[in-house]
């Protein structure tokens, strides 16, 4: 596995990537914050991210098809690199630089990452043999949460000994790195389709999805999970430390640690047994889907902080032992030429699932009180228990032909 130089590649250029837009934001963030003094101008941050990524996803499609999936993973990275060296420059010049100038460069940078993260998640399996996929996907998830949790200690740490103009320089040359990375990767063969009308170029990936049983059942555990996800946002959880716990923030960051521990602690164990996991695949996932369902719901009906962190570590190690054979699966049984542009579908439709959930278990914590959504989270996970086992029902014989091939 670490002697495929493009996998090396992409991991490398993915992970400075996402550190970048990590560190970014968080002088970004602190930048606006003091500036302004007010918390409503930081929120439009997310906001506008957020926004930008569903309109990337809704043209992806339009986009690979006149350019290569490897070009464009690299125009994008180029581009954001100069589009933030310009946002290191105004912010150097002007020391107090127009908050809607900030938004429109995070709105054009976020809008180019909208392109970028389909196309990471679709060229694994390009660059992987497909005995192999499952270690792959184990690894690049374990970098990945590793570099979550470091990222935004780091990012805060930076601040206090950098201004956020030299993070956001740092950031500068973590895209470079990410944009030299991209740049070296062997080019992947795909085959495209000529005389295809624009409405069809847009829609092939939703129309992929809902013309296949298998597609449209990878979707339905895809929006239950953005639902049961939703419950961990930040609001949400130090309501939860505050009234339920009776403890400080400081709790906060415990809770958020034990989660990241089981999801790293558990994707390690998946690379050393994958032949195992493989195997098993559908104990496995079934007992993710379970463990995380059961760890959420306890989690919302205790009220003892050290119950809540060894939920909250299990509820992590459900998440991955269920999620990463799944992405696998899906890799396997969707054609590498379709991956990109399915990819693009599922994040257009989940970004928006997502954000509104997010409205919803607030709305449902106002009314009800926060533990109950939690108990929403859990439901939520038991259909995804359901659909999963449904989901490895229909894909053996799917994933049979597709292997034959």
């Not at 392109?115 to 374990?142: R, T």
């Not at 521990?261 to 079934?286: C, E, H, P, T």
Request: aromatic letters at 14%.
């Amino acid at each position: 596995m670490f002697k495929n130089k493009n996998y090396l590649r992409l991991l490398l250029g993915q992970t400075a990537a996402n550190l970048g837009d990590i560190f970014y934001i968080v002088a970004i963030i602190s930048l606006v914050y003091n500036t302004t003094g007010s918390a409503f101008y930081a929120s439009w941050i997310p906001f506008v991210m957020t926004f930008s990524l569903f309109a990337a996803g809704v043209v992806t499609p339009l986009v690979l098809a006149k350019i290569h999936i490897n070009l464009l993973l690299t125009i994008t990275q180029f581009v954001k690199t100069i589009l933030l060296t310009m946002v290191w420059l105004i912010v150097i010049m002007t020391h107090h630089p127009s908050i809607f100038v900030l938004l429109l460069f995070i709105i054009c940078i976020s809008f180019l990452d909208g392109f970028a993260n389909p196309l990471k998640q679709s060229m694994i399996p390009q660059y992987v043999a497909e005995l192999e996929l499952m270690k792959a996907n184990s690894i690049a998830e374990s970098i990945d949460q590793v570099m979550q949790i470091a990222s935004w200690m780091i990012g805060g740490s930076l601040l206090l000994w950098l201004s956020a103009e030299n993070v956001i320089l740092f950031s500068v040359c973590l895209y470079g790195i990410a944009a030299t990375a991209f740049f070296f990767l062997a080019k992947i063969q795909v085959e495209k389709e000529e005389n295809r009308s624009l409405f069809k170029q847009v829609t092939e990936g939703f129309q992929i999805i809902f013309q296949s049983k298998l597609q449209r059942s990878f979707l339905w555990i895809d929006l239950f999970e953005s639902a049961a996800s939703a419950v961990w946002v930040s609001a949400i959880l130090l309501v939860y430390v505050k009234e339920v716990l009776g403890q400080s923030s400081a709790w906060w960051g415990f809770i958020n640690a034990a989660f990241f521990a089981g999801m790293i602690g558990i994707s390690l164990l998946m690379i050393r047994f994958d032949a195992w996991v493989q195997q098993r695949m559908k104990v496995v996932v079934l007992g993710g889907a379970i463990l995380s369902a059961g760890a959420t719901f306890i989690f919302g009906y205790t009220s003892v902080g050290l119950i809540a962190l060894v939920c909250s570590f299990f509820v992590g190690v459900g998440s991955q032992l269920k999620g990463i054979p799944l992405q696998t699966l899906f890799q396997k049984v969707t054609p590498k030429e379709q991956l990109a542009i399915v990819y693009a579908a599922f994040h257009t439709i989940y970004t928006p699932v997502f954000g509104i959930s997010t409205l919803v278990v607030g709305f449902l914590s106002e009314q009800m009180g926060v533990s109950s959504v939690f108990f929403f989270s859990a439901a939520c996970l038991l259909v995804v228990c359901i659909l999963s086992k449904r989901l490895l029902r229909i894909s053996h014989g799917v994933e049979t032909r597709c292997s034959s091939k």
